[in-house]
């Protein structure tokens, strides 16, 4: 059973461009979750999403993100006109509901830098 | 409101030292407790959980017991070894299920 899967994992972007992020869950996960990490700082968390449904973003900047998990294929976090303070880790985690009692699995992280 | 307080780092310990890594916990609701480690350019992984008041979590000769009335979940485990040295972060989940709230995670180095 594979585990969650990122790709990419490292990303280089000038300021100004666009990136994506792409997160495949683990398979029987319907319930996905994108946290950035920070350098020296720990995880915090952006958004949560089922397929098809923004369920909590309440951690998104308001400006230039977005997240999606469509009917099929892979959550993207996008980030456009990317600016040097996205450089960052941005790790999807995966679980099968909607539970305090489930663990969440991460991916091995997406590692953004800005130029 | 939901957070978790974590031990400064970075610790570092001589192999088959005594290892305690310190957390506390402020939650809105009945929280779920987890340790995670993170290894060099890697994603977290889930070291042990607790899901109720006096419950340990183990693994691999960590442990974390729930304690409700100090509002922690100190990770400890008896000996150390090289292998060890990551980074440790505390995290707890509330009803909702919506996130995971984390520490600002303890780097563990350990010498030979």
């Known amino acids: 059973n594979a585990g969650v899967m990122q790709n990419p994992r490292h990303l280089v972007r000038r300021r100004g461009q666009e990136a994506r992020l792409r997160c495949s869950p683990m398979?029987?996960?319907?319930?996905v979750y994108w946290y950035r990490q920070l350098p020296e700082e720990g995880l915090k968390f952006m958004v949560y999403?089922?397929?098809?449904?923004?369920?909590?973003e309440s951690g998104m900047p308001k400006e230039r993100f977005s997240a999606e998990f469509p009917k099929e294929g892979p959550s993207i976090l996008r980030i456009q006109q990317v600016v040097r303070g996205d450089s960052a880790a941005y790790f999807c985690a995966s679980s099968p509901g909607q539970s305090r009692y489930n663990e969440q699995f991460f991916g091995p992280g997406t590692r953004l830098t800005v130029l | 409101g939901n957070s978790v307080t974590q031990m400064e780092g970075p610790v570092t310990l001589s192999e088959e030292a005594f290892l305690t890594i310190n957390c506390t916990y402020t939650?809105?609701?009945?929280?779920?407790l987890f340790w995670y480690v993170q290894y060099p350019g890697e994603g977290l992984q889930l070291l042990l959980k607790?899901?109720?008041?006096?419950d340990k979590g183990s693994n691999k000769g960590f442990e974390a017991t729930y304690r409700k009335e100090t509002t922690s979940f100190h990770l400890e485990k008896g000996s150390v070894q090289v292998s060890d040295s990551a980074v440790y972060f505390c995290a707890l989940s509330i009803n909702t299920g919506n996130q995971f709230y984390f520490g600002t995670g303890t780097s563990l180095t350990v010498i030979p």
């Open positions: 999403l089922q397929k098809e449904n923004i369920i909590d």
């Open positions: 398979k029987g996960h319907s319930h």
């Open positions: 939650a809105t609701g009945y929280p779920s």
């Open positions: 607790a899901t109720k008041a006096d």
